[in-house]
């Protein structure tokens, strides 16, 4: 089994990476690292100022808060990275098969269907993690370069929020995958559900009282608020500029990882119950 697993995951991965979604999206995440080492390195000044003027006088930022602004910045643009990739990479992995008509050589190789379903989760969240690895590198660097020295462990938590973020996504693609015979309408399914449906309910939720982090979009927050528990589009909880408790960490990871199951739960059951016929 796992052979056959990593058989079918090398060559699914293989074929993501030599596609044109896969070179879109490395270029457009190289792209907008760029613009944003542009923006951290020669504006980061006028963003957050060398100084703060208060009532006259002149108070310094420290670097530690200076440090942490500029990984808040990179990480608010990050979060749309595993969105758009995922919406590429996984929105499409089963739908395109059908759409293209290419399911059945799948189904007629000699490996089960729960393989199939897997390799199709592995090889997307290997394609998708890579663009985000390349975003996140290029922020360490711009890091190194503007303040001379490496991130302290909260870039770590950083980087490891990312890659789960990436997988929850990856799931949530995969599933919505599975309703679809055309991989333009999965995509845009996937994107609608997460950019539109979920802010709607979060308004819900927080009109209603209910806890917004709730929502897996709000849950997701938590990747920049490791160095500044501020998120500008969930009120609910406040804000800081120290980084988030552990126990909000502990709390959006969980939040993450039942998102996680529901969609793999989803996913296994649509693709074993869709019939597919020539």
Known sequence: ????????????????????AFTFMAFLTI?????????????????????????????????????????????????????????????????QELEQKTIYQLLSLPISKEIILLGKILSSFFATGLIVSLFILTQFISYVITFHSFPDLNFLTYYLLALLITFSDVAMGIAVSTFFSKSANASIAYLIIYIV?????????????????????????????VFMNIDPYVLYYGGSLSPAPFWE??????ILLAYTGCFLFIAYISFFRRGIVK
Do not use: C, H
């Open 197 to 225: 449906a979920m802010d709607i309910i979060s308004l819900i939720f927080s009109s209603t009282g209910i806890n917004p982090l709730l929502i897996k979009a709000n849950a997701d927050r938590i990747v920049y608020r």
């Open 31 to 95: 792209f907008i690292s760029i613009l944003m080492f542009i923006l951290t390195f020669f504006d980061f000044n006028s963003i957050i100022g060398t100084f703060v003027q208060s009532g006259g006088l002149v108070i310094n930022v420290p670097n530690q808060l200076r440090e942490a602004s500029f990984n808040f910045i990179w990480g608010n643009i990050f979060i749309y990275i595993p969105i758009l990739a995922s919406a590429f990479f996984a929105a499409g992995a089963i739908s």
């Open 1 to 20: 089994m796992f052979f056959e697993l990593r058989k079918i995951t090398q060559f699914l991965t293989i074929n993501f990476w030599n596609s044109r």
């Open 249 to 254: 960490i502990i709390y959006s990871i969980e």
